[in-house]
Antibody, heavy 125, light 107 residues
């Protein structure tokens, strides 16, 4: 069974840091690009970051939403089948549920086909 | 950045009704990069459609998608009780934008 399990969320003061983890199972992790997507309760979805798979000639690449670039860093450990999101200089507007999401492009189509259950981050003093 | 505008914000319908949800992009996009997701309360989103009109694995055929350019549509031909949820459209690539969602409410 394909599973994505996030952890690491919690309450943090503005300016603080958190590291989210997403442990995956049930598929060959190293083949897949992965994303982080945020959702504020009762609101829409906001893409945060993407990390490519290993094995390309260019190595692993990362991209970020403008709102988090320079503050957040996405990384992966293929040996542990885990993707991470290091979140620094947190702001109130970073509050929300963070989903770890699998990118379906390895299958030849474009979308996000598997979602974790999410981990909640609250930035508040 | 491509901005996706969904309408209506809420659609009040009854089981058995046909529901038509709209997603309009701020500029022309390839249908290959347009997806739809369903989200039920307390759950993560689920991929419904990709490439504008292709159903994801396990999605029943009462769901269909269409459109091109800037206008895309998700249609549910005959609503089942489990279809009452929020639906998001999504443009894959670049800023990976999402629409703000359409909620299907029980009339």
């Amino acid at each position: 069974e394909v599973q994505l399990v996030e952890s690491g969320g919690g309450l943090v003061q503005p300016g603080g840091s958190l590291r989210l983890s997403c442990a995956v199972s049930g598929f060959t992790f190293s083949n897949f690009w992965m994303h982080w997507v945020r959702q504020v309760p009762g609101q829409g979805l906001v893409w945060v970051s993407r990390i490519s798979s290993d094995g390309t000639s260019d190595g692993i690449s990362t991209t970020y939403a403008d709102s988090v670039r320079g503050r957040f860093t996405v990384s992966r450990d293929n040996a542990k089948s885990t993707v991470y999101l290091q979140m620094n200089s947190l702001r109130a507007e970073d509050t929300g549920t963070y989903y770890c999401v699998r990118d379906a492009s390895w299958f030849g189509y474009y979308g996000m086909d598997v979602w974790g259950q999410g981990t909640t981050v609250i930035v508040s003093s | 950045e491509i901005v996706l505008a969904q309408s209506p914000g809420t659609l009040s319908v009854s089981p058995g009704d046909r529901a038509t949800l709209s997603c309009r992009a701020s500029q022309s996009v390839s249908g290959a990069y347009l997806a739809w997701y369903q989200q039920k309360p307390g759950q993560a989103p689920r991929l419904l459609m990709y490439a504008a009109s292709r159903r994801a694995t396990g999605i029943p055929d009462r769901f269909s998608g269409s459109g091109s350019g800037t206008d895309f549509t998700l249609t549910i031909s005959s609503l089942e009780p489990e279809d009452f949820a929020v639906y998001f459209c999504h443009h894959y690539g670049g800023a990976y934008s999402f629409g703000q969602g359409t909620k299907l409410d029980l009339k």
